[in-house]
């Protein structure tokens, strides 16, 4: 039996009449319309794939910065520095910047106690100055710090530098004995626990004449570092080669070492009274006529030697106590005044 079916209203369309009818109000989209509309969407995309690679490198990088160092960045090697070099001189001279030469800093002062001293000012030439901290400095210092200077300049500042303490009283010129290694071990301790602030010229430095230095229990040996900044005094025309065999004729005469370090320093020395020479040396003589005394006898005992190396020296005391010195200068000096006296070519016109 058939029934009549409700949803034939004819008032209701059917849906295939509604698709017929939507299918004729549609139009075709324009061709350049639908690239701009792919191309909009394509950089909205690059942009939100810019913005999560973004906040992935954020959220890792603030994951790494929260976690403590890992094993293998701990045992990676670092980066290398660059090796810092003295110049190299000839074994049988010891280099020692002008501005230590020139001042009170190593003085020619008397064996026995020492005076602490706190950021004094050392005397020293015109253009030089020096602040001072700790225990007075002498001759016999400086021989140890010029021997720890001559093995660095083969290693490299800041590096480690071994050596036993039979090395270094056999380069000082010393016999290995149990009191002169109680000696060189405080002249050692003493160099470390200084503080100096040197300017010469355009150059300068602040900070210990050691950088560190410590025995080693099993070898022995001391091992040491010198302050990489320290170059800066090492810069041509800043610094003098001592000759070494001449420095040793003088030991135990500390006037006179100091004097020809003073000399040697200078490739042209010229008058200086003999108070300045006191003043500059640290004498602790009583008094300046003590001073001269023991001036005389200095210089004397440098010609002396000067003599027996080769190296020829004279002084003359007058002019009111002024000292007249005349040497021979050495090659690098040579060239230094050659350089002064040259004068610059004049362009023509």
């Known amino acids: 039996m058939l029934y009549p079916r409700r949803d034939r209203n004819p008032d209701i369309p059917r849906q295939e009449d509604e698709r017929i009818v939507n299918a004729e109000k549609t139009q075709p989209v324009p061709r350049a319309e639908t690239d701009n509309a792919r191309a909009l969407l394509a950089t909205m995309k690059a942009i939100e794939a810019r913005g999560i690679e973004q906040a992935r490198q954020r959220q890792a990088q603030a994951a790494q910065e929260s976690l403590p160092f890992s094993l293998e960045a701990l045992l990676a090697p670092p980066p290398q520095a660059k090796v810092v070099m003295l110049p190299i001189w000839p074994e049988a001279v010891r280099a020692v910047p002008n501005g230590m030469l020139r001042s009170a800093l190593f003085g020619a002062i008397r064996r026995g106690a020492r005076r602490y001293m706190e950021r004094e000012r050392i005397a020293a030439l015109e253009g030089i100055e020096i602040f001072y901290t700790g225990q007075r400095l002498d001759q016999g210092d400086l021989d140890v710090w010029e021997t720890i200077l001559h093995l660095a300049r083969l290693q490299g500042l800041g590096n480690e530098c071994r050596v036993t303490a039979y090395q270094l009283l056999k380069a000082i010129g010393k016999a290995d004995t149990g009191g002169n290694r109680e000696v060189l071990h405080i002249r050692l301790m003493r160099l470390k626990a200084t503080s100096v602030e040197i300017e010469q010229s355009r150059y300068g430095y602040a900070g ?44 135990g005469k500390p006037l006179a070492q100091w004097l020809h370090g003073f000399y ?84 023509q016109p």
């Open 208 to 251: 210990s004449l050691i950088d560190e230095i410590y025995r080693d229990k099993e070898t022995r040996e001391y091992i040491f570092r010198v302050n990489t900044k320290l170059r800066a005094l090492f810069e041509p025309d800043q610094f003098t080669q001592i000759d070494w065999v001449v420095r040793r004729e003088l030991d």
């Open 264 to 347: 040697a320093s200078h490739a042209k020395p010229y008058p200086v009274s003999v108070a300045k020479l006191r003043e500059l040396c640290g004498s602790e003589a009583e008094s300046l006529r003590h001073f001269r005394e023991d001036l005389r006898e200095a210089l004397d005992a440098v010609v002396k030697a000067g003599m027996v190396q080769g190296q020829p020296f004279g002084y003359e005391i007058r002019d009111g106590d002024i000292v007249h010195a005349d040497k021979t200068p050495s090659r690098a000096q040579r060239r230094h005044l050659a350089k002064k006296i040259r004068k610059p070519r004049q362009r």
